[in-house]
């Protein structure tokens, strides 16, 4: 929840101006977290884990036997009869308190899993989302193109009827036009794709309307990136937990290389001898019993050892590995994120300046002048723009997702 808490106020930060926008994708990541069956199935098996701190903590069972003398055995007090006993062995001291520290450890550390799952399930239904935000702006974009070259194609053919143009420029005003009708219908049905995988991730129906956010803002300022965060990221914590779970699984161990102590009773049936008096005569046995159990072949518990020891060291080599893999995503994020921005300014410059050619060419039609191959030029670079102005700020958000999944 305190991730979750972090990556809304990020959210609304750089979307404050689409609040109810960033609302809904705030509801897409909670329903994500309460029906993604990959969820389910980490905590389902973080339960199992945990369950089992009742399973080790009991103590072997007890021994119960009863024997029959089929050739009774005289005594001085009688003939004995039959033989009952009990035994109940006892783990050394503290060794159950140590089993269930290990159980515990360990799901302390599968605990984890759900954590990371989490984080990367946020990570992928945010930048799903980005990507149908991306699909539909471009959508809108052609489509404003199209109706623009409609329009040319209004200015081409009275340009024909008066012999200052050729049915050639019209005809090549239609042919860009199918173009773009052509990527458009693309484009709807890779949002029908992006949108099924995004139902996925929601464990819901496939064909459940997504609403998308009608657009996106580049940031002015960018949100400070706490790197230092990334030493505690839950990947990293894994493995710590898993080195911990191997100290207390050595403690464990030890302990039970320890002997174990059993207590018992037997009790023997004993049958008055007939036609005496006595003391004792027919008195019964009653044998208290203190046996230990003594590892003295420990090579297994040697054994055991030196694998927790090598074990331990794997898994400072894995956590190093892994950090060293996640400085450098975030190194990459951080840079692309910076290339996003950039990409943005320069294609927003770019597209002002190309507005401005095309307010030049309409200028010239007025006066009676015009190059539809320069307008289809100006067209072709104006759609350019525009889809740079898109893919850099889907870029800038889908980095950012991933810089909080690493830092937060």
Same mark, same amino acid.
């Given at each position: 929840?305190?991730?979750?808490?972090?990556?809304?106020?990020?959210?609304?930060?750089?979307?404050?101006?689409?609040?109810?926008?960033?609302?809904?994708?705030?509801?897409?990541?909670?329903?994500?977290?309460?029906?993604?069956?990959?969820?389910?199935?980490?905590?389902?098996?973080?339960?199992?884990?945990?369950?089992?701190?009742?399973?080790?903590?009991?103590?072997?069972?007890?021994?119960?036997?009863?024997?029959?003398?089929?050739?009774?055995?005289?005594?001085?007090?009688?003939?004995?009869?039959?033989?009952?006993?009990?035994?109940?062995?006892?783990?050394?001291?503290?060794?159950?308190?140590?089993?269930?520290?290990?159980?515990?450890?360990?799901?302390?550390?599968?605990?984890?899993?759900?954590?990371?799952?989490?984080?990367?399930?946020?990570?992928?239904?945010?930048?799903?989302?980005?990507?149908?935000?991306?699909?539909?702006?471009?959508?809108?974009?052609?489509?404003?193109?199209?109706?623009?070259?409609?329009?040319?194609?209004?200015?081409?053919?009275?340009?024909?009827?008066?012999?200052?143009?050729?049915?050639?420029?019209?005809?090549?005003?239609?042919?860009?036009?199918?173009?773009?009708?052509?990527?458009?219908?693309?484009?709807?049905?890779?949002?029908?794709?992006?949108?099924?995988?995004?139902?996925?991730?929601?464990?819901?129906?496939?064909?459940?309307?997504?609403?998308?956010?009608?657009?996106?803002?580049?940031?002015?300022?960018?949100?400070?990136?706490?790197?230092?965060?990334?030493? *505690?990221?839950?990947?990293?914590?894994? +493995?710590? $937990?898993? %080195?911990? @779970?191997? !100290?207390?699984?050595?403690? &464990?161990? =030890?302990?039970?290389?320890?002997?174990?102590?059993?207590?018992?009773?037997?009790?023997?049936?004993?049958?008055?001898?007939?036609?005496?008096?006595?003391?004792?005569?027919?008195?019964?046995?009653?044998?208290?019993? *203190?046996?230990?159990?003594?590892?003295? +072949?420990? $090579?297994? %518990?040697? @054994?055991? !050892?030196?694998?927790?020891? &090598?074990? =331990?060291?794997?898994?400072?080599?894995?956590?190093?590995?892994?950090?060293?893999?996640?400085?450098?995503?975030?190194?990459?994020?951080?840079?692309?994120?910076?290339?996003?921005?950039?990409?943005?300014?320069?294609?927003?410059?770019?597209?002002?300046?190309?507005?401005?050619?095309?307010?030049?060419?309409?200028?010239?039609?007025?006066?009676?002048?015009?190059?539809?191959?320069?307008?289809?030029?100006?067209?072709?670079?104006?759609?350019?723009?525009?889809?740079?102005?898109?893919?850099?700020?889907?870029?800038?958000?889908?980095?950012?997702?991933?810089?909080?999944?690493?830092?937060?």
């Amino acid at each position: 929840m305190k991730i979750l808490i972090k990556y809304w106020f990020f959210i609304v930060f750089i979307c404050i101006s689409n609040f109810t926008q960033a609302q809904q994708l705030q509801s897409l990541i909670d329903d994500a977290f309460a029906n993604n069956p990959e969820i389910q199935k980490y905590e389902l098996q973080y339960k199992i884990v945990a369950e089992k701190v009742n399973e080790v903590n009991n103590i072997p069972n007890t021994e119960f036997g009863v024997g029959y003398f089929v050739s009774e055995p005289e005594t001085r007090t009688g003939a004995q009869r039959f033989k009952v006993s009990a035994k109940q062995m006892l783990p050394w001291f503290g060794t159950i308190t140590l089993r269930e520290n290990y159980v515990t450890s360990l799901a302390d550390t599968k605990y984890q899993d759900i954590v990371i799952a989490k984080r990367k399930l946020m990570a992928s239904v945010s930048q799903s989302y980005y990507n149908l935000y991306t699909n539909q702006a471009k959508q809108l974009v052609l489509s404003e193109n199209v109706t623009l070259l409609k329009t040319y194609e209004t200015m081409a053919l009275t340009s024909v009827e008066v012999g200052k143009a050729s049915a050639v420029d019209v005809l090549r005003l239609q042919m860009r036009q199918n173009d773009l009708q052509q990527l458009k219908e693309v484009l709807e049905q890779q949002f029908l794709s992006e949108q099924t995988y995004l139902n996925n991730l929601l464990n819901r129906e496939n064909g459940v309307q997504i609403t998308i956010i009608d657009s996106l803002n580049m940031p002015k300022e960018d949100l400070e990136i706490n790197v230092e965060n990334l030493s *505690v990221h839950p990947e990293l914590l894994k +493995f710590d $937990k898993l %080195y911990h @779970s191997i !100290t207390e699984s050595e403690l &464990l161990n =030890q302990k039970e290389s320890s002997p174990m102590i059993g207590f018992g009773l037997d009790y023997i049936n004993v049958e008055p001898r007939p036609d005496m008096s006595f003391s004792d005569n027919g008195k019964d046995i009653v044998m208290p019993m *203190v046996s230990v159990s003594i590892p003295i +072949f420990n $090579k297994k %518990y040697k @054994s055991v !050892t030196k694998q927790n020891e &090598l074990q =331990q060291q794997e898994i400072n080599y894995q956590k190093q590995e892994r950090l060293n893999n996640l400085e450098s995503l975030l190194d990459k994020a951080i840079n692309e994120r910076i290339a996003a921005k950039i990409s943005y300014i320069t294609a927003l410059k770019n597209l002002k300046q190309a507005k401005d050619a095309e307010q030049i060419l309409i200028k010239s039609y007025e006066t009676g002048t015009i190059n539809f191959n320069d307008v289809l030029d100006i067209q072709e670079l104006q759609l350019k723009f525009q889809i740079n102005q898109i893919e850099a700020v889907k870029n800038y958000y889908v980095q950012s997702t991933i810089i909080n999944y690493l830092t937060d």
